[in-house]
């Protein structure tokens, strides 16, 4: 039996995302599955690597129920980031670069080190050097923002772009702090960081041993977007987006009129 064409498929994302153009879901038509799935995401991320951006860390994807129920989608996945995702806080986007943008707050990691030969997989919650709010962009490339669990790996978990509030030493209750998410002054959405796999530090465990069978280890350095803790919300031309973390401040961006 012939496999999916990986590149093929890759090549039709990486063209859907630079065009802003919306595709068919293609896991069905292709007989993609999870594994296949993270191959094209591989392939698909070196697309962009190999024009010069850089990958700067990881980021979870359905790591809450409301984001589960939200694309029916039911197992927690894990995604590429690179430089040119980043925006810088209070930085601005245009909504013309992507498909059907939406946002959705966040709690982030900075890496302080690697994990040891053999070291518990726990143990890497304590090399987080710092905790950040965060907002994240996601954008999937399918239309009417539907796809499958290999649609949406294959995808790079539907990651556009990203910004990360000030960074600050890691707080006591992690598990349970409030969570806002803000358009133009007004609350959209409003969680906890228990919605994140119960703790966001659970986040990064699953994606040190999520990444790790495919042979990717995090690194030094690197930004580890933990999940949403909410649902995500369209993001509108000119709308002013804002995610609250108690403990923790803001994380600002801003859509181009």
Known sequence: MIGPDVAEIAEKLGA?????????????ETG???????AVQAALVQRRLDRGERLVGLKMGLTSRAKMAQVGVD????????DVM???????????????????PEV?????????????????????RAVA?????????YANFTFSLPDVVADNTSAAAFAIGPWSPVPDGLDNL??????????????????????PRRALDEGLRLAGRYGVRLRK???????????????????????????????SLKALP
Do not use: M, N
């Open 133 to 141: 709010p965060a907002i994240e962009l996601i954008d999937s490339r």
């Open 75 to 82: 197992e927690v996945i894990w995604g590429r980031l690179t």
């Open 221 to 251: 350095g690197w930004v580890f977007l933990a999940g949403a803790a909410t649902a995500a919300v369209p993001l509108r031309p000119g709308a002013h987006v804002r995610a609250v973390v108690e403990k923790l401040g803001t994380a």
């Open 108 to 128: 982030a990691f900075l890496l302080d080190r690697l994990p040891g030969p053999g070291e518990p997989v726990g143990a890497f919650t304590r090399a987080v």
């Open 16 to 28: 859907a995302a630079d065009s802003a153009t919306a595709i068919p879901q293609l896991a069905a």
């Open 86 to 104: 980043r925006v810088p806080d209070g930085g601005t986007v245009d909504t013309g670069d992507f498909i059907h943008p939406r946002v959705e």
């Open 178 to 199: 409030g969570v806002l998410l803000e358009i133009d002054g007004r609350v959209a959405q409003v969680g906890s960081t228990a919605a994140i796999l119960g703790d």
């Open 32 to 38: 993609l599955d999870v594994d296949a799935a993270y």
